[in-house]
Nanobody, 123 residues
Framework: VQLVESGGGLAQTGGSLRLSCTAS????????VGWFRQRPGSEREGISC????????YYANSVKGRFTISSDTAKNMVYLQMNNLTPEDTATYFC?????????????????WGRGTQVTVSS
């Protein structure tokens, strides 16, 4: 299974970006799919997740109300819409997926990872 992120880039404070995650070798709808980010000098953190079949959603407090995760089954893609960006959102963003047996939480036990896409937010 290979995951590929796209959509990163440069944004201004208050701006928006939409990240995309596509998979080869697996159907994302049957997996828990999460977005993680790693800010400079910080550990990687899970920020959002969608459970298989779109049954549930999770957002970290740091992005709640600004970021929205969604999926397109027909395109086998998962998106992360990021609005009202701030410089604190500058990070490398990773898509990850969890296949059975699933972790206890949506962001737990990810089996597959993309290589990341860089998001830079200027002040």
């Amino acid at each position: 299974v290979q995951l590929v992120e796209s959509g990163g880039g440069l944004a201004q404070t208050g701006g928006s970006l939409r990240l995309s995650c596509t998979a080869s070798g697996a159907t994302l709808d049957g997996l828990n799919v999460g977005w993680f980010r790693q800010r400079p000098g910080s550990e990687r953190e899970g920020i959002s997740c969608i459970t298989r079949r779109g049954g549930g959603f999770y957002y970290a407090n740091s992005v709640k109300g600004r970021f929205t995760i969604s999926s397109d089954t027909a395109k086998n893609m998962v998106y992360l819409q990021m609005n009202n960006l701030t410089p604190e959102d500058t990070a490398t963003y990773f898509c990850a997926a969890d296949a059975p047996p699933y972790g206890l939480g949506c962001l737990d036990g990810m089996d597959y990872w993309g290589r990341g896409t860089q998001v830079t937010v200027s002040s």
